[in-house]
């Protein structure tokens, strides 16, 4: 069974720093683009961050560029969401996901992931 489990969320204040990771089991990531969304309360599912199979593409919502490093360790079978200078409007819960299919190129649309993980709560004071 594919399980995607994130871990490091928590309370922090403004321009404090938090890494997220997400552990797969039952699937290896190394062939596939994964994804960092986040969700706050009344409002959509938001791509916050994505990285290419290799490592060596990245993408980033504009809100987030500076602040955020998507990175992988395949070895571990491990994503991280490093997130520094945070702001409360940051505050949501966080998802990683899986895109099954392989040879796409990393995707800003939650449908196009196929496992997700039960997401890590966020919250930013100020």
């Known amino acids: 069974q594919v399980q995607l489990v994130e871990s490091g969320g928590g309370m922090v204040q403004a321009g404090g720093s938090l890494r997220l990771s997400c552990a797969a089991s039952?699937?290896?990531?190394?062939?596939?683009?994964m994804g960092w969304f986040r969700q706050a309360p009344g409002k959509e599912r938001e791509f916050v961050a994505g990285?290419?199979?290799?490592?060596?593409?990245?993408r980033y919502v504009d809100s987030v560029k500076g602040r955020v490093t998507i990175s992988r360790d395949n070895a571990k079978n491990t994503v991280y969401l490093q997130m520094t200078s945070l702001k409360p409007e940051d505050t949501a819960v966080y998802y990683c996901?899986?895109?099954?299919?392989?040879?796409?190129?990393?995707?800003?649309?939650?449908?196009?992931?196929?496992?997700w993980g039960q997401g890590t709560q966020v919250t930013v004071s100020s």
């Open positions: 996901a899986v895109d099954l299919l392989i040879g796409r190129d990393i995707s800003v649309s939650a449908p196009s992931y196929d496992y």
């Open positions: 039952g699937l290896t990531l190394g062939t596939h683009a």
């Open positions: 990285i290419n199979w290799n490592g060596f593409s990245t």
